[in-house]
C-alpha cells in the first residue's frame, strides 16, 4: 500500500501541514525540517500530488515563457538555465510557448484568461501590445519581460534589460577611436512581425557612427545554414574589404571569423570583427565583444516573478543592466 502525507508526518514527527509546505512553499520550512521531510518521503516512495497543491494554493504552480526562434541558441538556453534555477526549487515549472508572430501572441493572450493555467508570464526579447497585456491585468496575472522593447511604455509589471543602447555606442566609438572608417554591420532580419530588443542594438551602432560622420554599410545575415556563406560572398563582392566588421551577435561573429581566415584574410590584422553577447566559445577565440549575463538577468526576473505572485512589494520593478565591452584580440588598431 502507498504511504500516504499522513504516514511522512508521522514518520518525521512534524504536522501535514509542515509536509505540504516542504514541497511547495520550501521557504516557510526550516532547512533542517524539509530536509528530514524529503528524505522519509523518498524512503516511503510518497510524492505529494502537483494538482492538490495547486488548488489547495489557488495557483497553477505554472509559469508561461513566450520565446521566438530557437530554444538551442546561446541566448534562449540560457534564460531558460537561469529561470529554471530559481522556480524549480520553488515548485514551479516552465511552460515555453515559442511565438513567431503577432497573430501567435495575440492568440496567446486571448486564451490565458480563459485556461488560467499560468501564475505569471515572462516574455523574452521581443515587444508585446499594452491590450494584451491588460487582459492578463483582469485576472491578476503579472507580465514580466527579459530584454524586452520598451517594458514601462507598453504596460509590463517588471523587466529586466541590457543597456543595449549603451552596449552598441561602446561598440562602435570603440571601432572609430582604433581609426576605423569602413566599417559594416552585419545584421538578421527576421520574417517575423515582432519587434525585437536587438533592432535597438542596431539603430544605437548606426546612431553612434553617423555622430562620428561615418555611414556603415548594412549586410542582411539570412535565416538558414549557409548564412555564413553568403554574407562572405557579400563582403567579397565589394569594391573593397572593410577595415572593420560589427556583428549584432556573437553567433555571426565568430564562424564569420574562421571564414574570413578560410578565404585568406586574418583578424585583426586585415579586418577587426566585434561581436555582441560574450558568448560560448568568445573567449576562447579572442573576440572582442559586449558581456551580457542572460543567466543572471532570468534569476533576477525569476525573483521578480515570484515575488509579484505572493503580492510583495518590489523596490525597482525595472532593472537595467549596464553593457560592458570587452576588448580581446580581434580588434586593433587600423595601420593603413
Known amino acids: 500500500m502507498a504511504a500516504n502525507i499522513q504516514d511522512v508526518a508521522r514518520e518525521a514527527k512534524v504536522s501535514v501541514s509542515t509536509v505540504s509546505r516542504s514541497f511547495t512553499r520550501p521557504d516557510l520550512v526550516s532547512a533542517a ?24 494554493s489557488g495557483r497553477a504552480m505554472r509559469i508561461a515563457l513566450l520565446m521566438s526562434d530557437h530554444i538551442r541558441l546561446w541566448f534562449n538556453a540560457s534564460v531558460i538555465e537561469g529561470l529554471n534555477q530559481v522556480f524549480h526549487p520553488q515548485g514551479y515549472d516552465l511552460s515555453i510557448f515559442q511565438i513567431s508572430s503577432i497573430e501567435e501572441r ?3 493572450f486571448e486564451m490565458l484568461p480563459i485556461r488560467r493555467n499560468a501564475d505569471a508570464v515572462i516574455v523574452s526579447s521581443f515587444d508585446v501590445d499594452a491590450q494584451e497585456i491588460a487582459q492578463l491585468a483582469t485576472i491578476g496575472v503579472p507580465i514580466i519581460g527579459i530584454n ?29 577611436a582604433l581609426g576605423h572608417r569602413d566599417i559594416v554591420y552585419i545584421r ?17 551602432f548606426v546612431a553612434s557612427c553617423q555622430e562620428a560622420g561615418i555611414d556603415p554599410s548594412i549586410i542582411i545575415a539570412p535565416e538558414g545554414p549557409n548564412r555564413i556563406s553568403m554574407i562572405i560572398t557579400e563582403l567579397l563582392s565589394r569594391p573593397t574589404m572593410p577595415t572593420a566588421i ?4 556573437d553567433g555571426i561573429a565568430i564562424p564569420l571569423i574562421f571564414q574570413l581566415e578560410r578565404s585568406g584574410y586574418s583578424m585583426p590584422g586585415d579586418i577587426s570583427v566585434l561581436g555582441y553577447d560574450d558568448s560560448f566559445y568568445a573567449h ?16 533576477i526576473a525569476a525573483r521578480q516573478t515570484l515575488a509579484l505572485i505572493s503580492g510583495e512589494k518590489l523596490e525597482r520593478l525595472f532593472e537595467m543592466v549596464p553593457a560592458q565591452l570587452v576588448v580581446r584580440s580581434t580588434t586593433a588598431r587600423l595601420t593603413k
Open 284 to 299: 576562447d577565440v579572442g573576440l572582442t565583444t559586449v558581456r551580457q549575463d542572460p543567466i543572471d538577468m532570468a534569476t
Open 188 to 204: 538578421t532580419e527576421r520574417a517575423v512581425s515582432l519587434h525585437f530588443s536587438v533592432q535597438q542594438r542596431y539603430e544605437s
Open 106 to 108: 495575440r492568440e496567446f
Open 33 to 56: 525540517t524539509r530536509e528530514k521531510v524529503l528524505r522519509i518521503a523518498d524512503e516511503l516512495n510518497f510524492s505529494i500530488s502537483r494538482s492538490a497543491a495547486a488548488l489547495k
Open 246 to 249: 560589427a556583428c549584432q551577435e
Open 148 to 176: 524586452c522593447v520598451n517594458p514601462q511604455e507598453c504596460g509590463f509589471t517588471a523587466a529586466v534589460n541590457i543597456d543595449d543602447e549603451q552596449g552598441s555606442q561602446l561598440t562602435a566609438r570603440h571601432l572609430i
